[in-house]
């Protein structure tokens, strides 16, 4: 019968040949850190590379002796030994001394497409402000993480009237770009939300690598709605970040931040606007009672004969002066009347002896040519067939004529006539 062995002592076997293993008791090591979060103790990350990854482990007395920042995407050169932590039989480098080497190749293609947005100009078209009364939340991020938990609790306390509604995606490994963007695509056809919601938990960059692509950064640009980012730790930066209208570190800060105002802050901000209402309005009423007494109390009420008394007293000025100003033009007028009058009679009188005269010199004028006038001293008129004759040829024997004297007429007929040569 096979012996069986435990699993503690299987484990201590193993952990014996990592410690009694001469290539092991010093390994030198490159690669890029990973899962990196910097703790107030020991340090615990990865060195990853193309085909494997390493955890690995820096004990506080050694860490303190690093004279450069640690930072996830770094590559660097460690030197240490390979252990096996027994409790859960995984093996890590024990890394006694640590060196730069250069930026990984997930590091450096961050920082690429990091610089080519942002020559774009594309981290500064968003930045839309977040709705303080939001109806409708839109999340994407894992169905099964702490993210919707978190989101989900914290709505509930803050606001619970909003709406919630999950759009489940991967977040992490191959297909997690086609499904964030397509889940995007889902919520912009809604176009119903307030605000989308983009989170996952924390992790290293290559878990949080889909949130650098910018096949998801370029789908964000074309949402409709707010976005605020909440991808990975408070440490952790990604395109996302820089593209989202607002980064929360924590799922329950992205979930504070779409819920600006919270329910009982509103609850309390109408209660105590109803207050200031009723308040003012009490005021008013007493302020409109004041007035109301003071009217009522008013001599123009009391002894309303007052309120007309200076009109009249205006009205009787006024009468006066009206009085005065018809008054006066007429006394003048008069008064140049009777100084004109006589004056007038007399230039009348003038112009009509004026007058007579001119008429007597015209009359006596015309009493010189007047054909009367030389009728009367013997002359005649002779007129035949009512011409007037001027010549004996004007008429013949035994014609009758007409003649005009001073004192009538008569009808004669011609007996004879001789011509005066």
């Known amino acids: 019968m096979a012996d069986y062995l435990t699993v503690s002592a299987l484990t201590s076997y193993l952990k014996r040949k990592f410690t009694a293993d001469p290539y092991l008791k010093e390994v030198y090591v490159t690669g890029e ?17 193309d085909g494997a990854v390493l955890n690995a482990t820096m004990f506080k007395f050694a860490f303190q002796k690093l004279q450069f920042k640690l930072e996830p995407g770094m590559k660097v050169n460690a030197v240490g030994h390979m252990d096996l932590y027994a409790p859960n039989g995984s093996y890590s480098l024990i890394i006694d001394k640590l060196e730069p080497d250069g930026v990984g190749a997930l590091y450096q293609a961050y920082e690429q497409l990091k610089a080519k947005l942002s020559a774009e100009g594309l981290f500064d078209q968003l930045r839309r402000p977040i709705p303080r009364f939001p109806k409708k939340i839109a999340v994407i991020t894992s169905p099964s993480g702490a993210v919707i938990r978190d989101i989900m609790t914290t709505v509930r306390r803050r606001y619970p009237i909003a709406e919630i509604v999950l ?29 989308l919601i983009m989170g996952r938990g924390g992790g290293s960059i290559e878990d949080l690598w889909a949130f650098n692509e910018e096949a998801v950064a370029r789908q964000m640009l074309t949402m409709p709605m707010p976005i605020i980012s909440s991808v990975g730790h408070e440490t952790d930066i990604t395109i996302a970040d820089f593209v989202a ?62 309120l007309y008394e200076g009109y009249l007293q205006r009205l009787d000025i006024a009468q006066q002066r009206l009085q005065q100003a018809v008054t006066t033009p007429v006394t003048q007028r008069q008064h140049q009347f009777d100084l004109l009058a006589p004056r007038l009679v007399n230039a009348m009188t003038r112009q009509v002896e004026r007058s007579q005269e001119r008429v007597g010199r015209a009359v006596a004028g015309l009493q010189l040519v007047s054909p009367l006038a030389i009728l009367a001293r013997g002359y005649s008129v002779v007129e035949h067939d ?16 007409h003649i005009r004297l001073a004192t009538g007429e008569l009808d004669a007929t011609v007996t004879a006539k001789e011509s005066e040569k």
């Open 33 to 49: 850190i990973s899962n990196y979060r910097q703790r107030p103790g020991h340090q615990y990350f990865s060195l990853k590379d």
């Open 167 to 195: 759009y489940p995606a991967v977040v992490q490994g191959d297909g997690a770009v086609p499904s964030l963007t397509k889940q995007m695509t889902a919520v912009a056809e809604a176009a119903d939300y307030d605000v």
């Open 245 to 306: 209208d607002q980064r929360a570190a924590t799922p329950t800060a992205a979930a504070e931040l779409a819920t600006p105002v919270p329910l009982a802050d509103l609850w309390l901000g109408i209660q105590q606007m109803q207050q200031r209402l009723v308040n003012q309005m009490q005021r008013q009423v007493v302020a409109n009672q004041e007035r109301l007494s003071r009217l009522q109390n008013s001599y123009v009420l009391t002894q309303p004969a007052r």
């Open 386 to 401: 009512t011409h007037i004759l001027t010549t004996v040829d004007d008429v013949a024997v035994g014609d009758t004529v």
